[in-house]
């Protein structure tokens, strides 16, 4: 146990060294488990993946079709608002990046925002150039193995900061939607389930963008 807490404690004096810990941010060894609403539980017969909105071409892809998709593995440190940093995670998963890359997802010129859209109306909102990025990942899996059902099996948008801090933009880790079923071009921005709940739009862990404070 207390070698458990020395341990923790000299990763995180590492990482704050290194500047990957934000502030206000303590490390974690664990995983925790944040949303709100019950877990739900897809059947992956009749899942679906679905661009919509502002796309010269909707669509909609099967689990399986999904699968089929380009793959990238991506290594972030990720930050929850909550003040928890876990650090160098793996996961494995689909880019949109490379998906409007190869031309399969045209978002229109006038489309400036994509909505998360999640099971069970939970949604989370980023604009289309932060979605782009590189760390913006639309992952199935974490640590080498499916996604766990309550940290959003079978796919979840993870958005995190690279070990060596390279990205040009990030955000607090709400802004991936758990248990995602689509991606909803638009032209304006519209508040998802945290945003209208107190949380940051901009959400930038560098700059403690937590709450707004605008009600
Ligand atoms: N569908 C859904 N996704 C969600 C949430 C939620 O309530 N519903 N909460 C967000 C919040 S506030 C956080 S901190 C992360 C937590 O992810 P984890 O449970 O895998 O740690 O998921 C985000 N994605
Ligand atoms: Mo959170």
């Not at 399986?64 to 160098?88: A, G, Y």
């Not at 709400?174 to 901009?202: I, M, P, T, V």
Request: glycine share 6%; charged share 30%; with cysteine.
């Amino acid at each position: 146990m207390l070698e458990r807490i020395f341990s923790r404690r000299d990763e995180e004096r590492r990482v704050r060294d290194q500047n990957r810990l934000p502030p206000g941010q303590s490390l974690t060894q664990k995983f925790p488990v944040l949303h709100y609403g019950p877990t739900p539980k897809s059947d992956l017969k009749d899942w679906d993946f679905k661009i919509f909105g502002l796309v010269e071409e909707e669509k909609v892809w099967s689990w399986e079709e999904f699968n089929r998709l380009p793959r990238q593995k991506v290594t972030m440190d990720i930050h929850c608002v909550t003040r928890w940093s876990k650090f160098d995670t793996v996961w494995e998963g689909v880019l949109l990046k490379t998906l409007v890359e190869e031309g399969l997802v045209s978002p229109k010129p006038e489309a400036n925002f994509v909505i998360q859209h999640c099971e069970q109306g939970y949604t989370t909102n980023l604009p289309l150039t932060a979605m782009m990025h590189e760390n913006v990942l639309m992952a199935t899996h974490f640590d080498e193995k499916p996604l766990e059902l309550e940290h959003g099996w079978p796919l979840r948008v993870v958005v995190g900061s690279f070990p060596d801090r390279s990205e040009e933009w990030r955000a607090y880790f709400w802004k991936g939607g758990k248990w995602l079923r689509g991606l909803e071009f638009r032209a304006s921005d519209q508040l998802g389930f945290w945003e209208r709940n107190g949380y940051h739009n901009e959400a930038d862990p560098w700059r403690e963008q937590r709450f707004s404070y605008g009600w």
